[in-house]
Structure formats: C-alpha cells, structure tokens
C-alpha cells in the first residue's frame, strides 16, 4: 500500500503542476506570445498542438479520438505494469509514476480543449526544438528514470 501512496503522490504532484502552468499560460498570454527567458536558447512561448510530438498528425480528422484512446490505454498499461513491480524497485515506481502524470496531464488538455498547450521553447538561435510543456517533460525523464532501472535490474540479475 506505500509503493501505491509513493506513486499516487508523484502522479498528483505532476498533474498540478502541469495543469497549473498551462493554465497560467492560457490566461497570462495570447497565442503564440514569447518570453525571452535566455536569449537565443529558451522563450516561454504561447502554442497549442493539436497532435503529438513534432505535431503529428495534427491534420487527422480522427486525432482527438486517436490520441484520448492512446492515452488512456497508455495510462491503464502503466497502472499495470506498476501493479507487477516489486517493492524494493523504487527507481521504477518514480518512473511509472511521472509517465503516467505526463499522460494524463495531456489527456485531460485534449478532453478539455481538443488540443495540448505547450509554451517550453527551447532553441539555439533560429534553430527549434519544438515546444513542448511539464507533462512532456515528466513523460521523457520518467522514461529515461525507466531506461536506467531496467540497465540496473539488468546488472542485478546477471549478479544473483
């Protein structure tokens, strides 16, 4: 029951934190407004995206069903795979749990409002990287937190 209140709490955390920054962005920004936070490297910039990464298929009439379904069942395998970990492998149950605060801090924006808001832009000069916002970055080092568990799982087991 810890391990469920350890991920509970990350998921949470994630959601709001996610939520809270979109919707500050939303309401404290017009579409496509920029920041310049560090010039030539990172803007706060106003977008939304109404596919996924590198926007794609943000022109498919079936997005917004495509995309809930995926992250609802991307949400419901996370759940399950966290069920089958064990107590003691914490890294992972840290991993599991900011991926699945990513995916449903995006599932709620596309429920919401059709679309993602994204405003993190990172950038050398002319050259970016496209936007993206905190549940993508939950998503990405979760995934990395997960690629790094299993390389050490991988090290414990040859080991025993």
């Not at 979109?22 to 995206?49: G, W």
């Not at 995006?106 to 050398?124: K, M, T």
Request: some cysteine; proline content about 2%; aromatic content about 12%.
């Amino acid at each position: 029951m810890k391990r469920w209140s350890f991920f509970s709490a990350i998921a949470v955390v994630g959601i709001i934190i996610d939520q809270i920054t979109k919707i500050a962005i939303d309401h404290s920004m017009q579409l496509f407004d920029s920041i310049p936070v560090i010039e030539n490297f990172f803007h706060i910039t106003y977008v939304r995206n109404k596919g996924a990464a590198f926007s794609f298929l943000s022109n498919a009439s079936w997005r917004l069903p495509f995309f809930i379904t995926v992250s609802t069942i991307a949400a419901l395998v996370i759940l399950i795979a966290f069920r089958k970990l064990r107590d003691d492998q914490r890294l992972a149950h840290t991993s599991l749990a900011m991926i699945f605060s990513g995916a449903v801090g995006n599932l709620i924006d596309r429920v919401r409002l059709g679309e993602v808001i994204d405003f993190l832009d990172v950038h050398w000069y002319r050259h970016h990287w496209p936007a993206f916002n905190v549940a993508d970055s939950l998503i990405c080092v979760g995934v990395f937190l997960l690629a790094v568990d299993m390389i050490l799982e991988e090290k414990r087991l040859k080991k025993a």
